[in-house]
Every structure is written in C-alpha cells, then in structure tokens.
C-alpha cells in the first residue's frame, strides 16, 4: 500500500557532507512523522532526527548540530542534511513514515529498504 524509497547515500571523507531523500508513494491519504534512523554493524537501529507534518523536529544527541531533517509535505518527501561526516555516523540508514491509508482510521508505520552511508578516508 504504502512505499518509501531513499537515495543519497554513498561514501563520503571525514567532514564531508550527504544529503538523503525519502519519497513517500502510495495510497496515502496523509502522513504524520516522517523520520530518519540508523543501524551500524552490531548495533540497534536509533534514531537519528524526525519530523511532523508541522514541522516539529526531534534529533539524536549525536548528530544535533551537524544533520538537518527538512520535508517537504506536497511530495512526501522527507530530506536529512548532514555535515560534518565522522566515520562513527558510518550505518544503513532508513526512512520511516506514519501514514493513513485510504480507507483506514488507524495511522501506521512503514519503513524503506535503507540506504548505506560510509564515512571513510
């Protein structure tokens, strides 16, 4: 019913910056929060920034002040900005969305495949 396909992903120096896209498509009749998170290797998924339909962010302590969560709510689209890459922000990274359906009187979540990002020199 529902599908979220990021991009921009990719390797990147120390300090670099990457800019993630998540499209949203699908029988969507809205979408509430739409978020970022991340998994590295022998680690639990976490979350990195989200964002409601009014624009109300929420980041993890780790990337405050160098990731930007944006959306835009007319493409369903959700964008995460980061700047200044460190090798420990290295993980898959994957969208989550909170969506009504059409049809549905219940909003639930739907995840992307994930997009691998590596900060490496």
């Known amino acids: 019913q529902v599908q979220l396909v990021e991009s921009g992903g990719g390797l990147v120096q120390p300090g670099g910056s990457l800019r993630l896209s998540c499209v949203a498509a699908?029988?969507?009749?809205?979408?509430?929060?739409m978020g970022w998170y991340r998994q590295a290797p022998g680690k639990q998924r976490e979350l990195v920034a989200d964002?409601?339909?009014?624009?109300?962010?929420d980041y993890g302590d780790s990337v405050k002040g160098r990731f930007t969560i944006s959306r835009d709510n007319a493409k369903n689209t959700v964008y995460l900005q980061m700047n200044s890459l460190k090798p420990e922000d290295t993980a898959v990274f994957y969208c989550?969305?909170?969506?009504?359906?059409?049809?549905?009187?219940?909003?639930?979540?739907?995840w992307g495949q994930g997009t691998q990002v590596t900060v490496s020199s």
């Open positions: 989550k969305a909170r969506v009504r359906v059409r049809g549905s009187l219940v909003n639930n979540d739907y």
């Open positions: 699908g029988s969507i009749l809205s979408i509430n929060t």
């Open positions: 964002i409601t339909s009014g624009g109300s962010t």
